[in-house]
């Protein structure tokens, strides 16, 4: 395997076995069982698209990732805009387009591993290879797909490290939509200019 052969392909044009999607196993059990269970689903009732990271043979996924649809709320003044005030502060409320990684795992026995055959001089981990291959697809299809500015998500503990070396920041100057599954995660995003900085 080399990082050329791997590529994140949407779940459901895949052509990935249900007996490959039932061997995922990232060591999260609700991760996992939304993968086996849910992701295909969610896909169709427009809540989420799911890609799975494989290689040609299609015989084992080595991570996944759940993207959907997102808008980072803020306020800002308005006559910046000379448009109507829409609080008692002169401020309005704005949006700004973004992506919202819901899930992201990879395989538990690549977990904390170095890739040696993947990246011979650097030794990066897998975990930040897969993460960088998935930031440069959502690059492009922020040029080909649909418009957004920001990439956006709600790291746990285990995630947190990985998406901060990946340049992700807190963004508190921003409204977050509460999410249930979320709870205790800290809300951090990266503009495309950043990312172009990660990935090139």
């Known amino acids: 395997m080399n990082a050329r052969e791997l590529e994140f392909v949407e ?16 060591g999260n059990y609700d991760m996992k069982k939304y993968l086996q269970n849910q992701a295909k689903k969610d896909t169709i009732k427009g809540n989420g698209v799911t890609y799975v990271l494989i290689t040609e043979d299609r015989k084992r996924i080595y991570a996944y990732a759940t993207i959907k649809a997102y808008s980072l709320y803020y ?36 977990k904390g591993q170095r890739a040696y055959t993947l990246d011979p001089i650097n030794h990066r981990h897998y975990s930040s290879i897969f993460f960088k291959i998935f930031l440069e697809k959502l690059y492009y299809m922020s040029m080909d797909t649909i418009g957004f500015q920001m990439v956006f998500l709600r790291a746990n503990d285990e995630g947190e490290r990985l998406y901060r ?3 992700f920041v807190e963004c508190d100057e921003f409204l977050c ?17 950043e990312i172009e900085d990660v990935i090139f």
């Open 177 to 193: 939509t509460y999410d249930s599954k979320a709870e205790g995660c800290i809300s951090l995003a990266i503009t495309l200019n």
């Open 165 to 167: 070396n990946n340049k």
């Open 11 to 26: 779940l459901n044009t895949s052509k990935v076995s249900d007996e490959v999607i039932m061997q995922f196993d990232c």
């Open 75 to 110: 306020y800002d003044d308005a006559e910046k805009y000379h448009a109507k005030v829409s609080d008692n502060n002169g401020k309005i409320l704005l949006a700004l387009p973004s992506v919202e990684i819901k899930m992201f795992a990879i395989s538990k026995n690549l």
